[in-house]
């Protein structure tokens, strides 16, 4: 099992940015993919970005150019780094983990973007 925790989210201004963390109690080296998710208020959860083990990186269309998605191994640490943030981001987002095929998701951490 992995455990994971979000930390970062936050109130910002349009225009601002956050970075996001995720924590995950096994080295992230074992792991398939990594991930963050979103889920707007009435909304289905969306894929925001991942990074597969060998370092591949996908984004929703709508974040391409705005946010980073990276990981430091030695700190079993993903992170979200989100710039030129606009209203429409704001959501809770969830850190995602696969490991041998389960699926595990973080508590989630609340990200507001004023206008």
């Known amino acids: 099992q992995v455990q994971l925790v979000e930390s970062g989210g936050g109130l910002v201004q349009a225009g601002g940015s956050l970075r996001l963390s995720c924590s995950a109690s096994?080295?992230?080296?074992?792991?398939?993919?990594m991930g963050w998710f979103r889920q707007p208020p009435g909304k289905q959860r969306e894929l925001v970005a991942s990074?597969?083990?060998?370092?591949?990186?996908n984004y929703a269309d709508s974040v391409k150019g705005r946010f980073t998605i990276s990981r430091d191994i030695a700190k079993n640490t993903v992170y979200l780094r989100m710039d030129s943030l606009i209203p429409e981001d704001t959501s809770v987002y969830y850190c995602?983990?696969?490991?041998?095929?389960?699926?595990?998701w973080g508590q989630g951490t609340q990200v507001t973007v004023s206008s």
């Open positions: 995602y983990a696969n490991l041998r095929a389960s699926d595990y």
């Open positions: 096994t080295t992230i080296f074992s792991i398939n993919v």
């Open positions: 990074i597969t083990l060998g370092g591949s990186k």
